[in-house]
């Protein structure tokens, strides 16, 4: 039996949160589109781990030595509790006290999917379609599922009798005794396709790829898992299929940072600009804006676009604002001409200056979007 715990890099007292954010960590790791084809066991594996891990009835029966993805194993289990004494031995020792279950059915509900996909800012925005490539299990077009080459059902297992389990004696330190196994012959089916699909080996399915086309909503968060009902794997024997997860990152863009519903930008003008006011188009995810720059515009002023940022995820038809963040561009070599200038300017307005202001904070106390997530994670 698999040791869950190790497979997720978790302690055995790991929190629900832990286990989650373990199983995130180890799913893009092995996830086949991103570390090959040759990690799908070992990605099937993390994702059989968390199944049992982040189920606290699985969870429980795992820690009593009993794994629930193992159906001849968790047969019988109670997970409410012990039960009688009846109830254990027909746990361990199945038919000799009463207890077992019928045959394993060769139909089987399909496993979840995880995948992933990355998406640019303006789809974010305004949402939209991405197609994501899946590694996963599909019903065998040779057989249909069915899981045989000439269409008949299964027969009977002649070992078993169709019961999918046989008896035997076992040794044991207080003598011996009679128990039951899953029926080797049948694996527990109780019976056996005696000729079995080429192209599936019995199974009902095959190994494909597929791309699935995500639809992405208006003011997705990035981080964001998007769940996909009857897209993951198809089960054995051509069972239903089980649910594809996918997890939605947002791309860097190189002219907006995203805060909640508001996008911000930082824009650099002249210092006359911001001394005499000025016009200016920038650009939008709705094309190209006029700024108004106010007369007297100091450094890490803000103007907003209203309107112009994120649609609001809930309600996408409301959009927060477009932020943009002034920085003034003070000159650093002037000529002989622009020197003078400066000069006249210095003495018309700064002529009675005779002291400067000094204080343990900033005067403008108004602080930059950076300035206030620092100060958020200190």
């Known amino acids: 039996m ?34 090959g084809p040759q990690y799908e066991d070992k990605f099937k594996e993390v994702n059989s781990a968390y199944e049992v891990l982040s189920d606290p009835d699985k969870r429980r029966m795992f820690d ?80 249909g599922g069915s899981g045989t080459a000439d269409g008949k059902q299964p027969v ?35 019976t056996i396709i005696d000729n079995p699909c080429a192209q599936c080996q019995g199974h009902g399915r095959v190994s494909i790829t597929r791309t699935i086309g995500v639809a992405i909503p208006a003011g997705i968060a990035d981080g964001t898992r998007i769940r996909l009902q009857n897209q993951g794997e198809v089960g054995e024997g051509g069972g239903p299929a089980g649910d594809l997860y996918v997890d939605v990152h947002i791309k860097h863009d190189r002219q907006f940072t995203r805060e909640g519903d508001d996008l911000h930008c930082w824009i650099q003008i002249p210092m006359s600009w911001a001394v005499l006011g000025h016009e200016l188009d920038i650009n ?32 996408p038809e409301e959009r927060g604002d477009l932020v943009a963040h002034i920085t003034v561009q003070i000159p650093t070599k002037l000529n002989e001409r622009e020197t003078e200038l400066i000069s006249q300017f210095s003495q018309l307005h700064d002529a009675n200056a005779k002291s400067v202001g000094q204080t343990s904070k900033p005067a403008n106390s108004r602080k930059g979007f950076f300035s206030k997530l620092k100060d958020a994670l200190s």
Do not use: W
């Open 284 to 315: 939008t995810f709705d094309g190209d804006k006029t700024l108004t720059v106010p007369q007297g515009c100091q450094p890490e002023d803000t103007i907003s676009l209203k309107g112009l940022g994120v649609a609001k995820l809930r309600k």
């Open 2 to 35: 698999a040791d869950y715990y190790e497979v997720l890099g978790v302690d055995r007292s790991a929190s629900e949160d832990e286990i989650k954010k373990a199983y995130r960590k180890m799913s893009r790791k092995y996830h086949p589109d991103i570390a």
């Open 156 to 190: 009977t297992c002649p070992d078993c009798h169709g019961a999918g389990k046989r008896q035997k004696v076992v040794r044991t330190m207080l003598g011996q005794m009679m128990t039951t196994a899953p029926c080797e012959r049948c694996e527990g089916h109780g």
């Open 64 to 143: 009593q030595g009993i794994d629930p993805n193992d159906p001849n194993a968790a047969a019988g289990f109670d997970a409410s509790g012990f039960g009688d004494m009846g109830d254990i031995f027909g746990q361990f020792f199945g038919n000799a006290f009463g207890g077992g279950s019928g045959p394993t059915p060769r139909t089987q509900p399909g496993r979840d999917a995880l995948s992933s996909v990355g998406i640019d800012l303006r789809t974010a925005v305004f949402g939209g379609t991405e197609q994501v490539k899946v590694n996963t299990f599909g019903v065998c077009p040779k057989c």
